[in-house]
């Protein structure tokens, strides 16, 4: 946080320093263009008297003229007056005291005033004309005040830029404190933070704009990860429970047969428990590597397009060679003949598996009575029911179907099952930009949706 708190102050120091330097700077270049503006108009004041005192015959007027330039206006420094008279449009009676170069006498003619520098003297020129003839008239002074009040306002400048230096250096020092101390708590607090406190979360008193969305994404993180616990301390708990007892018995099955010699019948007894805790072990086994491998998001595994009526068709194949005698019926709509409508990208064995694990649990839980299955189809969605007159699913079991293991107390006392069937149709399903919905009443059956929408799978990556 130190550096950060540097970072802010330094970069606070440069920013305002830069800018108060090109204030200053735009400032003095007003203010010197100023003073040249009205002191060249101050110029122009005595042009006019000047030609005013040449033009006249009169000594009376040349007189007061002069007496005028003396008294009514400010004094001069080094103050000089030329009048060069106009001979042609290109020549001119030249003065040898004057050292100006042939730009400004050449402007003067073209434009009728000129001005020019040179070590901060000023000359102005300007066109008068007098019964027809043309006259130069060039004076010439020092701005000793405009250059002394430059010369003043350069240092106050100066010394101005120093002072904001060093006050912009303590305020650059508050601004990163009070900008770093909202950031330096969360950081706190999320030390605080460990696996056996999740529950804790940030405050978010009095902050606002980015650090409240700083805070309020941290404590979403927090949910997300504390929720992640729970499930794999969940899922954890009960696959161990769910291992332990198969494997517990084949153990004990064993023993027993070691322990003395037993009669034919006994070891065949015996060898047909060992059998279906095996049996039940591999099946079990085998969920949950399924279930583990679908964690990803499906974007880099290989797809291929495929026909939904296909695959249902396949998964009645399946089910028939393990339940000979089940009743499930597939149904097809007429408008969803067409097999633009009915085709999908997706990965072929893991949506067979998904679909299968659903309607299988209709044939389960309805005690092998009829099972429905329609498929419907338009060019914008592929629409998947399956109905059953089962058992059903009481209400307060359906929040917590999609949990790992979970079975509900009519399921769990009747059927055999292990409770990862639903939830890994679930993730299947999601893998594949589908939705699930359930509806169920209980002892009147189970109503299951797969929706499949076009414009979410359009994109999918097919034949990668």
Known sequence: MNNIKKKITYSYVILSTISTVLLCILVFFLFRSNNQYYFLKRLEDRAKIVASIHFQKDPEKIKYYKQLKKNGLEELIQEEDFVLKVNSQDTFEYNTKLNLPNEFYTNVLKNGKESFEIDNKYYLGQIFTENGQKYIVIIAAVDRKGHLTTVYITRIMILGIVVFLIISFFLGRLLAKKVI????????????????????????EGNTGEIADLTSTFNDMLDRLETSFEIQTNFINNASHELKTPITTIIAEAEIMLLKEREKEEYITSLENI??????????????LKLTQTGYDGTKQVQNVVRMDDLLFEVKTDLDNFF????????????????NYLSIPCNKNLL?????????????????????????????IIKIVI?????GIPSEDIPHLYEPFFRGKEASSKYIGYGLGLPLAMKIIRMHNGELQIQSEKDKGTIVTILFKKTNIKNSNVNS
């Open 387 to 391: 109905s059953d007159i089962g058992i």
């Open 181 to 204: 101390i909202p950031v330096s708590n969360i950081a706190k607090e999320v030390k605080r933070i460990s696996a056996s406190n999740l529950s804790r979360r940030l405050q978010n």
């Open 352 to 380: 067979e598996l998904a679909i299968n694990n659903i309607v299988a649990n209709g044939v389960k839980y309805s005690d092998n009575k009829e099972v429905f299955v329609n498929l419907s189809a338009t060019k914008d």
């Open 324 to 339: 000979p005698d089940n009743k499930v019926s597939i149904k097809l709509d007429v408008s969803a003949r067409d097999s």
């Open 275 to 288: 059998y279906r805790q095996s049996s039940k072990l591999g099946s079990l086994t085998e969920s949950l």
